[in-house]
């Protein structure tokens, strides 16, 4: 194989990595809704879902969105509010419910009261696991078709190969 030949097939391949990740990481901070196993699924429904309906449901349920911020779906909960996403799957660190329910930054929730550390932890736990929600549809389709946006569009590694003017 002459130089050129293995000049292009490098480019070729650094191209196609460059594709693949970007694909990857298409959606942003999005992670893909994991696959919900009957442990997560049982943590969720006894540990979460309680949780969520006893201390956060009155004022970011379906009958009130305090913030414009629901969390009776995670849909709804990785729209966010007027702060953004509420939540980032898999990093409780970024998140910003977990930020707020262990009272670090100016938003405290609840406002009445600090959860206790038994419920911190739960949130936590669930958050790092990627926040599974049993019956709820992926964030990123599994088929493997993304939604591009224009910014999206415009990486390096989209536009057409031209020759440089020297």
Same mark, same amino acid.
């Given at each position: 194989?002459?130089? @050129?030949? %293995? ?14 990740? $970007? ?19 049982? $943590? ?8 969520? $309906? ?5 004022? *970011? ?20 509010? %007027? ?11 970024? %998140? *910003? ?14 406002p009445d009261s600090k959860l206790s550390v038994d419920a911190i932890s739960i949130l936590t736990e ?13 964030? @990123?389709?599994?088929?493997?078709? $993304? ?20």
């Amino acid at each position: 194989m002459n130089r @050129v030949a %293995s000049r292009i097939l490098k480019t070729a391949i650094l191209g196609l990595l460059a594709c693949v990740t $970007f694909a990857l990481t298409a959606k942003g901070n999005q992670a893909p809704a994991p696959a919900v196993s009957p442990q997560s699924a049982e $943590f969720f429904e006894k540990k979460v879902r309680p949780l969520l $309906f006893d201390k956060c449901f009155s004022c *970011h349920g379906d009958k009130s969105a305090n913030g414009g911020l629901r969390l009776d779906s995670l849909d709804a909960i990785m729209k966010g509010g %007027s702060n953004g996403p509420a939540m980032t799957p898999g990093n409780p660190a970024k %998140s *910003h419910i977990i930020k707020a329910i262990q009272y670090n930054g100016a938003l405290k929730m609840p406002p009445d009261s600090k959860l206790s550390v038994d419920a911190i932890s739960i949130l936590t736990e669930w958050v790092k696991m990627g926040a599974p929600w049993p019956g709820a549809k992926a964030t @990123v389709p599994q088929n493997g078709e $993304f939604q591009i946006t224009p910014e999206q569009a415009a990486f390096w590694s989209f536009k057409p190969v031209h020759k440089p003017a020297i």
